[in-house]
């Protein structure tokens, strides 16, 4: 080499490229990485729609604008008459097959289901988070408990635009992936078949994807994966109509919203978007903002999958052998996975039906066109570019494995494969093309050669286990898929009004039933089940199932949700009716028991219920037929007298002063008084309810702060007492709160009397006692005594020219069960000072 030869040089501009983009991947992970876990769920909840919606509609804008262009590209890249025709063959035969073979149902359950109920946020009530537990009325479903999600948010969107047209529900949910499977074989045909420069090795390639088990098999469930090829599928046909010497900045109003919608579907996905850059890496090099542009709009348009990945920073729901994020779980995960994908043995008690989605014959097929390919890359310098290319798109199956729920031993996460399965199918029609047309044959015949192998394959060995697609292989040993497809068929007996409490409610949810979960039930008053009662009419039932029995192995791989201990304590505490014991179809009794009342309660006091105070009224109930004379206090004062004699009475509040009133009724039955609280408040200039106010900042070290009920989404519970407004925290917590985000401060301060309630609630009461500490700006004005569970302390604070109000809620000796409640939090007289 001379000595003036440099064999590596940047330029200035290629310099910038790099700064420019190393500054806003730098930026974008410390704003991640620095959100607090309860931002990053509460604005997954109020934002994700929105995000998602935004997304599309830059994609259909996209659409729009290169319509004519890509009918001119697709026009002049249309594959061989021949080819469309076995293409179209082979699609009618997948899907006759999986119509007559593959049932319509859920195959993952939790993931699948709480995406469906993610889809009906979106849809109701344009929110990003999943409704965990709900109440349905009139075909609107109302939710009570809204959780996040870390994936899954494309196709819940996708349900959400599905809904419009059809009724909102699973069993719609279910259609939805087969028309993708359909999709994405088409797209994955016209990418390669462009790419490959031949139809048939692309067919070949195509036969082998559509032919794989688990593809199949999804394609009639509910798994986001099934979106995720098809959009993998998209973007691949986009790359292949657009090569990089033509490429333009229009392109990307398609090819951004493609990305943001496939980071959408699993959350991995965002590991793989180093090759879509590096495949326009020339038109990229052109201009020094090109790049970074393009990074700054694919975190943009990705946003809900990463900052729902940074509210989960690990997994603390599973544990094992192999901690998450380790090597030796990547070790472990490898391994097992290629023997679970190798498949040689059926399951002799269920007569040799294959024990797993995997083709023992494609698998093999995969091991060996990959060693020959490698062979051909290292020595004949062929497909280098593919496989750096390939193996950045792997980082995401890298990071699968490197998590604990990346091994197929857990039956459900064998659906993870999917993600490989392109490039799976890829390498072996390119694998097997190029061995036979370097050994035997030249690349024309051998490319006929390699589509029929794969057509005799994917047709044949679908044919020959049709009795495993039948028998729903492998997902036959899910009890908990029999449970809910048997669950869907009873319950229609059951009345259309019935709430049910199970340990999966928003899976009960998204089949239409009314659902909470056994810890929400057994934080209810008596009040809230006299009124849930009334809302039934008397039909509120406990569903026992797999879940209901056995204890959470914190140790093991998979995800638990054992309710044991608390169906026992409401089978204790209540008196019920059993109206279902099927011992016999699922390995453990599936029990169904009608809760009627509750026990040292009287039916009295479990059939009297006051609504919530609404349009300057209350509702009140009663479920028996005798007259009870009530009063109606504010404070110490007599607001009312009356007598119910029906079972529905209403009480108008004539005129009410802004601000926070309790109202207390005292209800006159047989030998007892039935004591009902319950809160209004009236908006004002001079008045401030502090949980309609937005967060400035908040932490805590367990669980979210929740608005108007505990951290564990119950009622506010203090000293006895139920409350309807305020903030649910755990020690330690800190809420910092802007009091002139109404615009009421002037000068930009405020002032006034903080009101409070403050205490432990009581739906945890094995703590030590917490305290509570009121902050103005950096002065602490208010600190309480420690208070344990049962006590409460009543705040009326004077507060002069504050702007920021900060609540704090400190641990006694531990933080343990330290629920530490602000209830009916308010600020009266804003402005007399």
Not at 282 to 289: A, K, L, S, T
Not at 495 to 503: A, F, M
Not at 520 to 532: H, I, N, P, Q, V
Not at 795 to 803: M, R, V
Request: charge should be neutral.
């Amino acid at each position: 080499m001379k000595q003036d030869q440099v064999p590596f040089s940047i330029t200035r501009k290629e310099g910038w490229i790099i700064v420019l983009t190393l500054f806003v991947l730098v930026a974008a992970f410390l704003v991640f990485n620095h959100l607090s876990v309860p931002y990053a769920r509460s604005w997954d909840i109020e934002w994700g729609y929105y995000a998602t919606l935004g997304t599309f509609l830059i994609l259909v804008s996209g659409l729009v604008v290169n319509a004519k262009e890509i009918f001119g590209r697709v026009k002049s890249h249309v594959p061989s008459t021949k080819s469309l025709i076995v293409l179209a063959f082979l699609l009618v035969f997948f899907t006759l097959f999986s119509v007559n073979h593959i049932e319509n149902s859920h195959r993952v359950l939790s993931d699948e289901t709480s995406w469906e109920s993610m889809g009906l946020q979106m849809y109701f009530e344009h929110s990003g988070g999943v409704c965990n537990e709900g109440i349905w009325n009139d075909g609107t479903l109302d939710c009570k408990v809204e959780v996040n999600n870390f994936k899954g948010k494309t196709l819940a969107f996708v349900y959400s635009l599905v809904f419009r047209f059809a009724d909102p529900n699973r069993d719609t949910a279910l259609l939805v992936n087969f028309p993708f499977y359909l999709l994405s074989l088409v797209a994955f045909f016209l990418a390669l078949s462009i790419w490959f420069k031949n139809d048939w090795l692309a067919l070949a390639a195509t036969v082998f994807l559509g032919g794989m088990p688990i593809y199949l098999l999804q394609s009639r469930s509910a798994s986001t994966e099934v979106l995720y090829i098809a959009i993998l599928s998209l973007l691949m046909a986009w790359y292949a109509l657009v090569p990089p010497k033509e490429v333009k900045w229009k392109h990307f109003l398609l090819t951004v919203p493609l990305l943001g919608l496939f980071s959408g579907t699993r959350q991995e996905t965002v590991f793989a978007f180093v090759p879509f850059a590096l495949y326009y890496v020339r038109y990229f090099r052109g201009e020094f903002y090109r790049l970074p542009l393009f990074v700054l709009s694919t975190i943009a348009v990705s946003w809900p999958a990463v900052n729902t990945m940074a509210a989960y920073r690990g997994y603390d729901f599973q544990g094992g052998t192999h901690a998450a994020h380790s090597l030796s779980n990547f070790w472990f995960n490898l391994k097992t996975d290629i023997v679970k994908m190798m498949n040689f043995e059926g399951d002799p008690s269920h007569g040799g039906i294959l024990q797993n989605p995997f083709y023992t014959t494609f698998t093999i097929i995969l091991l060996l066109a990959t060693a020959w390919l490698l062979y051909r890359m290292i020595f004949k310098k062929r497909y280098r570019r593919g496989f750096v290319l390939g193996i950045f798109f792997c980082i995401q199956i890298f990071v699968i494995l490197l998590n604990v729920s990346g091994t197929f031993e857990i039956d459900i996460n064998q659906r993870y494969v999917l993600v490989a399965l392109p490039l799976f199918a890829l390498i072996m029609a390119l694998g097997i093309g190029d061995f036979v047309s370097t050994c035997f044959l030249d690349e024309k015949r051998s490319a006929i050669v390699t589509v029929l192998a794969a057509i005799v394959l994917s047709v044949g060995l679908a044919l020959v286990h049709a009795p495993s697609f039948d028998a729903n292989m492998l997902y036959y040993k899910n009890k908990l898929l029999g449970e809910e497809n048997y669950l869907n068929t009873y319950l229609k007996q059951l009345p259309k009004k019935s709430i049910y409490i199970y340990s999966r409610p928003w899976q009960m949810l998204a089949s239409g039933h009314s659902s909470f979960s056994e810890r929400s039930f057994m934080g209810w008053s008596a009040d809230d089940f006299a009124k849930y009662q009334a809302m039934s009419g008397g039909n509120i039932y406990l569903v026992r199932g797999q879940d209901g029995y056995g204890k959470v192995n914190r140790e093991s791989r998979v995800v638990g949700f054992k309710t044991t201990d608390q169906i026992n304590t409401i089978l204790e505490g209540y008196k019920v009716e059993k109206v279902l014991a099927e011992n016999r179809l699922f390995g453990y009794p599936l029990t169904i028991h009608k809760i009627l009342a509750k026990h040292g309660l009287s039916i009295y006091a479990q059939g009297l219920s006051v609504s919530e105070f609404d349009s300057n009224r209350f509702t009140i109930t009663k479920n028996f037929p005798e007259s009870v004379a009530y009063d109606v206090f504010v404070g110490d004062s007599l607001l009312a007298h009356g007598v119910l004699d029906s079972a529905t009475d209403s009480l108008m509040i004539a005129e009410q002063a802004p601000g926070l009133s309790r109202y207390n009724f005292n209800f006159y039955v047989p030998e007892d008084t039935i004591r009902l609280s319950r809160d209004a408040f009236v908006a004002g200039d001079a008045v401030q309810l502090l949980s309609t106010l937005p967060f400035e900042s908040v932490s805590q070290d367990w669980g979210d702060a929740q608005r108007d009920q505990s951290v564990e989404h119950h009622t506010l519970h203090v000293g006895g007492e139920f409350y309807r407004y305020g903030f649910g925290a755990h020690a330690n917590s800190r809420i910092v709160l802007d009091l002139c985000a109404d615009g009421k401060c002037v000068g930009g301060s405020l002032s006034g009397t903080l009101h409070a309630v403050v205490g432990l609630d009581e739906e945890s009461a094995c703590g030590d006692g917490a305290e509570f500490v009121v902050h103005v700006g950096d002065r602490e004005i208010w600190h309480s005594k420690r208070l344990y569970s049962g006590d409460a302390m009543k705040l009326q604070i004077p507060l002069e020219k504050a702007s920021l109000l900060e609540l704090r809620v400190i641990k006694g000796d531990n933080m343990d069960c330290d629920h530490g409640d602000w209830a009916n939090a308010w600020i009266s007289n804003i402005g007399d000072r």
